[in-house]
């Protein structure tokens, strides 16, 4: 994801805006820039590549200055290149940041061209530069000019803005995309995320929706949406650490579980504008794209695999949408059948699995004309070779085992529900509601993270055991099979799923005293059946544990543990009920004294057959 950041100082700024873009290095990005304002004017530079070239190029033909912007870029509108990353200038006298999309950078683009703009790059992002420069011409302050131009925008967007007309001045304002403060002392900073300015303040003022911001060294001033001056609280951030160390957490596995609300709100980051879904978030040719797909293929490894399985049932309860769902390294090694029209849909934490890519490149030989892909690491081969992509905003994540990807993946899955079903039965009231639903989810996971005390103590049930069965029913069987996985993957229990209503189908042979039964119970239309299915264990001596809907009548008793997971009468309770199946492995494993991080046999990006 992009990164944003900003400072004007008493002192040179270069430093500060370098070490920013390192330290936001874990979003992902192709591209990275600074320009500074000087004497001589606005004096930029900018690589295709990592931060550390950009260091390389500044070493080279170094820039100083009290007042600049940096940013790294992960490609949208215009592939990796110099010319489309970030800043952009218009006329060497205004330089912005943006990370969003804009939605009709196309009509302004032609009207700017008419009033004798030209263009030297294919981002949505100079439109708004040369917007701001317009505008200056006719109003006496930036803020004013900065202010008519987003009017003219529709879409998402953070901004960051400096001028040559107001050298100690930074712009900054905020739609459908976050946007800090920092507040030192006699100098001021913006970010698109705290982790990139906790060396230079811990003092932050969080942007609210629609705000603009004018930020001076000894000063900020803020604007909210109608225009009025505002007081926004400052806050005192306690992060310190990398995101890639530890800090308080014993395991990088138990620190990526807590860190799933963040991921969550970072997935969502500038995919909306208030309740309406951002097509171009997908890129900009996705609504012409999907206004093609009949049909959706989806492909993954292992976890991955999984998310595509709960995806399923949304897309044909929720979208309407007919849809499939295969084990790449199955797909690449039969016959498929694939109608042209339908979109391949491959996911993959790292991008460089090697039986999902080999699927893609199968599928593109069958002659599927459109695909998009699911990652998390924007510089992958998955990303390059795909036509669409959504980037999870999970971070980096270190423990194997998969947490936060994979309920970020959820949500982009989601996500390309709610777009392709409009097209299809998604009525938009409904598309309304599960919108809010993404809103709150953070909040959600951030209650069922609050189970971890009671799960840790009935982890401890597991101590002696050897095999484990998970069952759940509709879209939570995925999850169950997720919950399997994570156990088997980092205590080396043998762990199975099953559909529920399989039980009386074989495995109910297994079910005796010694072997735990977890299941997973929403409210939802098929919760008569899981009782049923309970029943049958309970009745031959089975000790269950039942991860259960707050709002069940479903009672703790002998052979029955009931925990109870925060109501979650909507679509995405898989995503919910992931948590403590989560927390549940994570326990046992510490119990078993597994080495949890790097289970044995097992890599985090399986680039090989």
Excluded at 103 to 116: A, Y
Excluded at 387 to 412: R, W, Y
Excluded at 547 to 558: I, M, R
Aim: hydrophobic share 40%; with cysteine; charged share 25%.
């Amino acid at each position: 994801m992009c990164g944003i950041v900003g400072a004007v100082a008493q002192r040179d700024v270069v430093p500060i805006l370098l070490e920013g873009l390192r330290r936001l290095e874990y979003r992902g990005y192709d591209s990275a820039g600074v320009a500074i304002v000087s004497a001589e004017g606005i004096e930029r530079r900018r690589r295709v590549g990592k931060v550390g070239q950009l260091v390389e190029c500044l070493d080279q033909d170094p820039v100083a200055g009290f007042t600049g912007i940096a940013h790294t870029r992960w490609a949208t509108h215009g592939g990796p290149s110099e010319s489309n990353a970030h800043p952009h200038v218009c006329r060497n006298k205004v330089a912005i940041v943006h990370n969003g999309i804009i939605e009709n950078h196309e009509e302004l683009r032609v009207s700017q061209e008419s009033r004798g703009h030209s263009f030297s790059s294919d981002t949505d992002t100079e439109v708004i530069v040369n917007e701001i420069y317009d505008h200056l011409g006719s109003t006496d302050t930036l803020l004013e000019a900065v202010r008519r131009a987003i009017g003219k925008l529709e879409g998402a967007y953070a901004l960051g803005v400096v001028s040559i007309s107001e050298p100690g001045t930074i712009i900054a304002c905020r739609k459908g995309s976050p946007l800090v403060i920092g507040i030192g002392i006699g100098e001021s900073f913006i970010a698109s995320d705290v982790a990139a300015l906790t060396s230079v303040t811990q003092q932050f003022i969080f942007l609210e929706e629609g705000d603009i911001a004018e930020i001076t060294g000894g000063d900020v001033k803020v604007f909210d949406v109608s225009r009025q001056a505002v007081e926004r609280k400052i806050c005192r951030s306690s992060l310190k650490a990398e995101s890639a160390e530890l800090g308080e957490f014993r395991h990088y596995m138990r620190k990526e579980i807590f860190e799933q609300p963040d991921a969550i709100r970072n997935t969502l980051e500038g995919c909306f504008s208030g309740l309406n879904l951002l097509e171009s978030a997908f890129g900009p040719k996705a609504s012409t794209i999907f206004d093609q797909v009949q049909r959706v293929q989806i492909l993954g490894c292992g976890t991955s695999y999984h998310a595509g399985l709960v995806a399923r049932y949304w897309f044909e309860s929720v979208g309407g949408v007919p849809s499939n769902v295969e084990i790449a390294s199955e797909f690449r090694y039969r016959d498929p059948v694939l109608d042209p029209d339908t979109l391949l849909v491959t996911i993959s934490q790292s991008g460089e699995t090697a039986d999902t890519l080999a699927a893609l490149r199968e599928a593109k030989r069958l002659g599927v004309k459109h695909s998009l892909a699911i990652c998390n690491v924007p510089e992958s081969s998955l990303v390059r070779e795909s036509d669409l992509v959504l980037m999870t905003g999970a971070g980096p994540e270190i423990g194997v085992a998969s947490t936060k990807a994979f309920t970020t993946q959820l949500v982009c899955l989601m996500l390309l529900v709610i777009a392709i079903g409009r097209r299809f039965k998604l009525e938009p009231e409904r598309e309304k509601r599960i919108a809010t639903q993404l809103f709150e989810l953070p909040g959600r996971v951030e209650k069922a993270l609050t189970l971890d005390g009671k799960i840790a103590e009935l982890s401890k049930r597991f101590a002696d055991k050897q095999h484990t069965l998970f069952l759940g029913r509709g879209s939570l069987f995925p999850i169950a099979m997720e919950g399997a996985l994570k156990l088997k993957e980092i205590s080396y229990i043998h762990a199975e799923a099953y559909a529920a209503g399989e039980l009386k189908h074989g495995p109910l042979a297994l079910v005796d005293a010694e072997m735990p039964v977890v299941a997973v119970a929403p409210n939802n239309r098929l919760l008569e059946k899981l009782k049923s299915n309970l029943q049958e264990v309970s009745a031959r001596g089975g000790k269950l544990i039942v991860f259960a809907d707050q709002t069940l009548e479903v009672k703790s008793e002998e052979n029955v543990l009931v925990v109870r997971v925060t109501a979650t009468e909507n679509e995405l309770a898989p995503v919910i009920f992931t948590i403590p199946l989560q927390l549940l492995s994570y326990h046992v494993a510490v119990i078993k004294g597994t080495d949890i991080d790097q289970p044995r046999n097992l890599a985090k990006s399986v680039t090989v057959e």
